[in-house]
């Protein structure tokens, strides 16, 4: 470059903003926290304008900083993916996949197809950010997300992953039962215990029912509130006979089976559509362009 900075130090400066700190960037990019230090003040003495404003507790870009990683950062993106597709020309894929999830498909979906990822394309980097909340996954730094279909912005691509329909279910220990008492209709859900999950946002996940006069959100009077994250835990306190859980029925089918708990009002059980892979642009990185090849022939099939 004319100005003396190198695209490698500039990319030490993303990974610094990315990862939040000196020590997380060194750790990604194998270098000493050291030497990150020095990069960045390599590249702030060229320019001649602080990028960085440093503290002893954290570091935040400044206005010229900002502006500088919010040019590169896409560039440097652009060049990675195309050393990539041309390495992938040879027969392997290389870079990194990150993909931010909710801990809904962690359990039983998404699994098996990182696996079957990670067995056809060993020299990716795989990294997996878990949250509830809807993102922006560009500025998060992710290849793509997955999220349930009713949620998505519209000028997102997307593509199923797993089943394309999904049914929730209600359920209870049959302890609680026999303390309380089987729901006869959706509105005597009003009067039991319920384990129920928050996003994180802050909205408790809501419980549709079907009822006569059709789709009804039921509000339990006494609830018991797990952060969403916390799914298998609200499983566990339903074999406990805490109260009824409202969860995916493809969850629950092994309990029904061995009868540790028992399926309530099931002609109540509601559907919705099931989770989608979604990315901002069809010309994606190789990376992710195989794991789009390893869902769509999951989906057909």
């Known amino acids: 470059m004319k100005n003396g900075v190198s695209a490698d130090d500039l990319a030490v400066l993303v990974a610094v903003v990315r990862e939040g700190g000196f020590r997380a960037a060194g750790r990604r990019l194998g270098m000493a926290a050291s030497n990150v230090s020095t990069t960045v003040s390599r590249i702030e003495e060229q320019l001649g304008i602080p990028v960085l404003r440093r503290t002893t507790r954290s570091l935040h870009l400044t206005d010229a900083g900002k502006l500088l990683v919010d040019r590169v950062d896409p560039l440097l993106s652009g060049l990675d993916a ?38 056809r394309h060993p020299a990716v980097e795989v990294e997996i950010v878990v949250e509830s909340d809807l993102v922006d996954i560009v500025a998060e730094g992710c290849d793509a997300g997955i999220r349930y279909g009713s949620v998505l912005e519209q000028d997102m691509i997307s593509i199923p992953i797993g089943p394309r329909r999904q049914q929730m279910a ?31 946002g802050g909205p408790l996940l809501s419980w549709d029912i079907m009822s006569a006069q059709g789709s009804v959100q039921v509000e339990p009077s006494n ?56 990315y901002p642009s069809r010309s994606a990185p190789a990376p992710l362009r195989a794991f789009i090849d390893i869902c769509l022939h999951a989906s057909r099939n």
């Open 223 to 278: 609830v018991l509130v797990l952060s969403v994250a916390a799914l298998d835990t609200g499983l566990r306190f339903a074999h406990a006979g805490v109260g009824i859980i409202h969860t995916f029925r493809n969850w629950l089918e092994e309990d029904f089976a061995a009868g540790t708990l028992v399926p309530v009002l099931p002609e109540c059980w509601p559907e919705m559509e099931g989770p989608r892979l979604y």
């Open 170 to 200: 209600l359920a209870a220990a049959p302890a609680y039962l026999e303390a309380r008492g089987m729901p006869d209709t959706a509105e005597d859900l009003i009067h039991h215990d319920a384990i129920r999950y928050r996003l994180d």
């Open 82 to 119: 195309a050393c990539n597709e041309v390495k992938a020309l040879g027969g392997q894929v290389q870079g990194r996949l990150k993909l931010n999830v909710p801990g809904a498909v962690m359990r039983d979906i998404l699994p098996a197809l990182i696996a079957e990822y990670r067995v």
